[in-house]
């Protein structure tokens, strides 16, 4: 995979197509994450004396404009962090993004409005796609893939344009793709896993695909309901996904097969009703009120998560243990964050509501080994699939 040190970028026009899909509460950025992890490739790029065009997508516009997922104020933000003026095209591929970048001096940035704008970015028609894909890498004679968050997505910035220009990774996605190789191919052990989330049905390939590479695998979140009613118990009104019942016992036995502890709450915060001042108690995992559903994992299983983690060399981690937004639900999550700084090991967040979670609960970002952009991307990587943005990046 080619690097931006294999790039000569000077007095040259440089897509990067970055990952800066932020939540925003109106016109204001909640977490900006991403874009802070976005700044390093395109200050590298500044400094060689490139003219930078960053484009990225926001939220799921479904090929229309909608202002509510405009990324102007992330051109503000971002120009803030370069400690420059970004400027900023009001659409794609049209009028405003031909004539703001031609406008472009060596060392200065525009960010494109947002891809999803174009019904072309996403289109599973190929020649759909391949014609958007042109008028975008119309507008450079470099492309830098630094999106990690989208490497999974078949979408035009990502999978068609390096096809058509001179490509490399940015430091972002080498980056990401150096912490994935070191959880798939030379592991150090033990080598512990922890899944939460809401659904058991989203992490269905790579529970299958873990267990053939883990030592230990704890289960929270809203997915444990689901293997706790597996195992006959009953889970009253806490999220279940009935229809993979069979798939989870089929899970169940193949760790006991192959030797891998599968670790399950022991006890729950069950409350009354969904939302944060919901009257709650701790109760057993394997007998929660027909009345009552789990909002967090409780504090026996904290302890017992904290246990499983503490001797470990290296820990995934990829969903929160409870409902994390409300307060009272997010004493889960924050016990095995803490378990994952206080364990020594390499430890990898990855990506989504679990980056999120950290950033919320004001945890320190550098108690970590590496806080993924990418927590779908990162799933298919450990799932084994192959990702369509790194494929072509590749080429």
């Not at 990502?158 to 990774?169: E, G, K, N």
């Not at 512990?192 to 230990?216: P, Q, W």
């Given at each position: 995979?080619?690097?931006?040190d294999?790039?000569?970028?000077?007095?040259?026009?440089?897509?990067?197509r970055?990952?800066?899909?932020?939540?925003?509460?109106?016109?204001?950025?909640?977490d900006?994450?991403?874009?802070?992890?976005?700044?390093?490739?395109?200050k590298?790029l500044?400094?060689?004396?490139?003219q930078?065009?960053v484009?990225?997508?926001?939220g799921?516009?479904?090929g229309?404009?909608?202002?509510?997922?405009?990324?102007?104020?992330?051109?503000?933000?971002?120009?803030?962090?370069?400690?420059?003026?970004?400027?900023?095209?009001?659409?794609?591929?049209?009028?405003?993004?031909r004539?703001?970048?031609?406008a472009?001096?060596?060392?200065?940035v525009?960010?494109?409005?947002?891809?999803?704008?174009?019904?072309?970015?996403?289109s599973?028609d190929?020649?759909?796609?391949?014609e958007?894909?042109?008028?975008?890498?119309?507008?450079?004679?470099?492309?830098v893939?630094?999106?990690?968050?989208?490497?999974?997505?078949?979408?035009?910035?990502?999978?068609?344009?390096?096809?058509?220009?001179?490509?490399?990774?940015?430091?972002?996605?080498?980056?990401?793709?150096?912490?994935?190789?070191?959880?798939?191919?030379?592991?150090?052990?033990?080598?512990?896993?922890?899944?939460?989330?809401?659904?058991?049905?989203?992490k269905?390939?790579?529970?299958?695909?873990?267990?053939?590479?883990?030592?230990?695998?704890?289960?929270?979140?809203?997915?444990?309901y689901?293997?706790?009613?597996?195992?006959?118990?009953?889970?009253g009104?806490?999220?279940?996904?009935?229809?993979?019942?069979?798939?989870?016992?089929?899970?169940?036995?193949?760790?006991?097969?192959?030797?891998?502890?599968?670790?399950?709450?022991?006890?729950?915060?069950?409350?009354?009703?969904?939302?944060?001042?919901?009257?709650?108690?701790?109760?057993?995992?394997?007998?929660?009120p027909?009345?009552?559903?789990?909002?967090?994992?409780?504090?026996?299983?904290?302890?017992?998560?904290?246990?499983k983690?503490?001797?470990?060399?290296?820990?995934?981690?990829?969903?929160?243990?409870?409902?994390?937004?409300?307060?009272?639900?997010?004493?889960?999550?924050?016990?095995?964050?803490?378990?994952?700084?206080?364990?020594?090991?390499?430890?990898?967040?990855?990506?989504?509501?679990?980056?999120?979670?950290?950033?919320?609960?004001?945890?320190p970002e550098?108690?970590?080994?590496?806080?993924?952009?990418?927590?779908g991307?990162?799933?298919?990587?450990?799932?084994?699939k192959?990702l369509?943005?790194?494929?072509?990046?590749?080429?």
């Amino acid at each position: 995979m080619r690097t931006l040190d294999d790039l000569d970028v000077k007095g040259r026009r440089v897509l990067v197509r970055a990952d800066l899909n932020v939540p925003l509460d109106g016109e204001t950025i909640t977490d900006d994450g991403r874009i802070r992890a976005s700044v390093p490739t395109i200050k590298t790029l500044v400094e060689r004396g490139a003219q930078v065009v960053v484009c990225a997508h926001l939220g799921r516009p479904k090929g229309k404009a909608d202002p509510k997922y405009s990324l102007r104020p992330v051109a503000a933000r971002l120009g803030e962090l370069l400690g420059q003026d970004v400027a900023f095209a009001t659409d794609v591929v049209g009028d405003s993004a031909r004539s703001t970048v031609e406008a472009l001096q060596d060392g200065q940035v525009v960010l494109l409005e947002n891809l999803r704008y174009e019904p072309g970015e996403e289109s599973k028609d190929d020649a759909v796609r391949g014609e958007f894909a042109a008028k975008l890498a119309g507008l450079a004679e470099l492309y830098v893939g630094d999106g990690f968050g989208a490497v999974h997505r078949k979408h035009a910035s990502v999978y068609d344009v390096p096809r058509l220009l001179p490509h490399a990774a940015g430091g972002l996605v080498v980056a990401e793709v150096e912490v994935l190789r070191r959880l798939t191919e030379d592991t150090e052990r033990p080598y512990v896993v922890v899944l939460g989330g809401a659904k058991v049905s989203d992490k269905l390939g790579v529970i299958a695909n873990l267990l053939t590479k883990v030592d230990r695998l704890l289960i929270g979140g809203g997915m444990a309901y689901t293997f706790l009613k597996a195992q006959g118990h009953e889970v009253g009104n806490s999220l279940l996904q009935e229809d993979q019942l069979d798939e989870v016992r089929g899970f169940l036995d193949k760790a006991e097969q192959r030797g891998v502890e599968l670790v399950l709450p022991v006890d729950v915060l069950a409350a009354v009703t969904f939302a944060a001042d919901a009257d709650h108690d701790v109760v057993e995992a394997t007998a929660i009120p027909a009345d009552r559903e789990g909002l967090d994992i409780g504090p026996r299983t904290r302890e017992l998560f904290a246990s499983k983690l503490a001797d470990a060399r290296t820990v995934f981690w990829n969903g929160p243990m409870g409902v994390f937004e409300f307060d009272a639900f997010s004493g889960g999550t924050r016990a095995v964050a803490q378990a994952l700084i206080d364990s020594g090991a390499f430890t990898v967040v990855g990506g989504g509501d679990s980056a999120a979670a950290v950033r919320k609960l004001g945890l320190p970002e550098d108690g970590f080994s590496h806080i993924s952009t990418g927590g779908g991307a990162s799933l298919e990587y450990l799932e084994g699939k192959t990702l369509p943005g790194l494929a072509a990046l590749e080429d």
